[in-house]
Each structure stands twice: as C-alpha cells, then as structure tokens.
C-alpha cells in the first residue's frame, strides 16, 4: 500500500477540526504523527486519517474508524470537504503541490457543520455500544428514575444543556446540589455529558430509554 502525508498546512488545519471535536467529546488523546485518536467509554478506540478523494493533490477527506466491532454499522466514517461546501461547482479542496498546500474556496468550506457532524457520530458510537440489544458496560450504569427524570427535564426544558443551576431547584426535593454536582461530574468523566457547558449526549439519551 502506498502512503500519503499531507503538508505542514494541512495538518494544521485538521489540528483545528479535531482539537475543536476534541473539546466537545470526551476522550480526545490529540495527534500522533498524521492521526487523531479518541479513546471512549466501552473500550472503542477511535482513529481519523487524513486522505484524499480525487487526486493525490487533493486531501480533502477526514476518515474516521472505530475498533469495537460493539458498534456495528457506525464502525466507520468519512466526511469528505466538498460535502460541506456551499458552491456546488466549485467546491473547497486543498491543492497539496510540491510540499507547499493552497486552499480553493476556503470561503465555502463550512468547518463549522464538518465538527458537528463528527461529533454527532462519536457519540452514535457509544450509543450503539450501549443499544437496548447490547448489555451496557460498567462505565454506564442502570439509571434510577431520579436520574432519567433530570435527563429528561434538561432534554425537555433546557434544550439538552444540564444547567445545575436550572436542574438544582427543580429538583431540590430529591437531590442536594452536591449531590447533583457530583453526578454530573461523573456522567462528563465517562462521556455521557458533553464539556462545559455540559450537553445530554445520544448515549445518555439512549440510557433513559432503556426498559
């Protein structure tokens, strides 16, 4: 198999989506040498590459691959820079000539859907992973109904943010703010809450489904 490397530019540039997702799912490990790593809850190990789609000149595609076989169909991933361009004729590529990288189009390129996009699958992994059909890891506990009912209040209510200060005194009856504190803290260390400002994830949704 032939290898590609890109250029100097294009690893900052996935240095910034990455590190973006990074700081939105937790598990981030960052770069070695020209891949990104997430290690997840459930023991995935997650890896994107950088390759190219038209042209060797072109490394206009993030891949991204989960280890687990846990995960099933969302096991890979690729999410290609013209699928988030706004012009469809001219899409954004980076033309990689001589060790030297040029952006066409950057102006187009819409980064922003790109790392949402991402994210949204990192969290589809751990949601597979912990599927009614699968039995959850240690990592993701039976909820009682106190947590599904704040799960659902900040779905419901908060728009999916798990705002202490909105779930404390609405739930003052049953769980201390301590107590709340120490929950979430929990939940955002095995990645069933976002960074902050923290966000129910598909995985902790899938949780609060669970029979």
Do not use: C
């Amino acid at each position: 198999m032939v290898h590609f490397y890109p250029s100097f530019q294009t690893l900052e540039l996935a240095d910034q989506i990455l590190d973006t997702i990074g700081q939105r799912v937790t598990g981030y490990q960052g770069r070695i040498g020209t891949a990104w790593y997430w290690r997840l809850s459930g023991g995935i190990l997650v890896t994107f590459v950088l390759d190219y789609t038209a042209t060797e000149q072109r490394w206009n595609v993030l891949r991204a691959k989960a280890t687990s076989p846990s995960v099933g169909l969302f096991n890979a991933a690729d999410f290609p820079f013209v699928a988030y361009g706004t012009l469809a004729s001219s899409p954004p590529f980076i033309h990689d000539l001589d060790g030297d990288a040029e952006w066409s189009n950057r102006l187009y390129f819409q980064m922003g859907h790109l790392i949402e996009d991402a994210a949204r699958w990192l969290e589809m992994l751990q949601a597979a992973l912990i599927a009614p059909q699968i039995l959850p890891p240690a990592s993701f506990p039976e909820l009682n109904p106190l947590e599904r009912a704040l799960v659902a209040y900040a779905r419901d209510e908060l728009n999916g943010y798990f705002r202490l200060s909105k779930l404390a005194p609405a739930f003052k009856e049953r769980i201390s703010r301590r107590g709340l504190s120490r929950l979430a803290q929990r939940w955002e260390d095995v990645g069933l809450l976002t960074e902050r400002p923290r966000r129910v994830t598909i995985a902790l949704r899938v949780l609060v489904n669970q029979t």
